[in-house]
Each structure stands twice: as C-alpha cells, then as structure tokens.
C-alpha cells in the first residue's frame, strides 16, 4: 500500500492549502499522514550537532514519528501558502529538522533515506507575484527526503479575489499529480 507524507504549511483550517491538500487526498491511493507546521509539536532544529556524529535527532518530540514514516514513504507533498514569497516560516521550522539527513551524508558517510521517494509541491498565494523561491526551497528539501522525482510546481495565486477551491485549472493540475503520485 502506498504511503504519503504531506507538511501543511498553512495555520488557517479552512484555508486555501487545505482545499487543495482535500483535492490530493481524495485522489490518492493508499494511506497518507499530514503534519501541520503550526499545530504539530515539532521544534526547529537549534544546530546543536549532535547528528554530525550521531544518527537521529537530539531533540525528541513529534519529529521521530515523521522520521519513521519518511524511511517507509512513496510520495511526499509539501502544501503551504507562500508568505514573502517562500514557504511559510513554520513550515521550515519543521523541515529544518531534516538536517539530520544533510548531516548523515555528509559529516557520517552514511544513506540516510535508502527508499527513493516521489515529490510534489502545492502553493497558494494572494497575489500573482511568481513561486519560483518557494518551490526552489521545497525541492531543497524535497532532496534531503531522497525525493528527487519531483512533480512541476502546481499553484493557485490571486486566493485574496478567489479561493483557491475555485480554481478550475489548480483542480486539474491536482488530478494529475495524483497519477503521477499513484502510479
Ligand atoms: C505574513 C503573510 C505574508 C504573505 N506573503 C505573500 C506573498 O509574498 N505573496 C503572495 O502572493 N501572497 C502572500 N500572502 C498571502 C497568502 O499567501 C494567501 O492569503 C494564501 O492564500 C493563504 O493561504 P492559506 O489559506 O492556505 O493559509 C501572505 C500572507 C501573510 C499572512
């Protein structure tokens, strides 16, 4: 069965990440786990070091869960709204913990993340200025994942004049990252 890790990046419940992550998840196969960077009680990575010479995290907290469920993922779906034009600082508190893996490869000599994954990226914003810094950021992460099948970047932009619910071309695009992400 195929497993799904999807960081929601936005703090609104009803908000326009969350419509299209309702989208995703009805059409996806298999099971999926979201985390919500603003509810989850994950801390930011401090730089501590500790996994320059160790596996895992020093900090023990929701983090270890999604360690486990990222060793035995398919697909991973970072959803947010672009705040200054990049992912939402939450969001990369959350993904700043996967320094662990930077550190693994690099300071350990070590795979972190044997299973490569699929990737795909969904962002919101109230404007109509480009993503390109968000998604260039969420592939940065995405690659720490072992996710380097990454779907092209899927967004909604003008949500402050029509919810991104509404968007007849986003609900497609969706569709076939779901296949992409199935299949
Ligand atoms: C602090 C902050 C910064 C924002 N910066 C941007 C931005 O740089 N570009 C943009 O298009 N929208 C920006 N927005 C608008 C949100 O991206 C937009 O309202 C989005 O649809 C909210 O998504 P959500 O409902 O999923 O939280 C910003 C909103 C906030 C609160």
Redesign the pocket.
Known sequence: MKKTLILNG???VK????SLIDIITKNLDGEYKIVNAYRCSIAPCIDCRYCYEKEGCAIVDGMQEIYDYIQDCDNVIIAS?????ELTGKLLDVASRLQTYFCARHFRNENPVPKSKKGAVLL??????NMDKAYDTACCVLKHINCNDVHKLIYS?R??TRP?AEDREVYNAILSVAEFLNN
């Open positions: 936005s703090p609104r908000g326009d990440t969350v709204p672009i705040y200054f034009s919101v914003g109230g404007g109509d200025g932009n949500t402050n991104a």
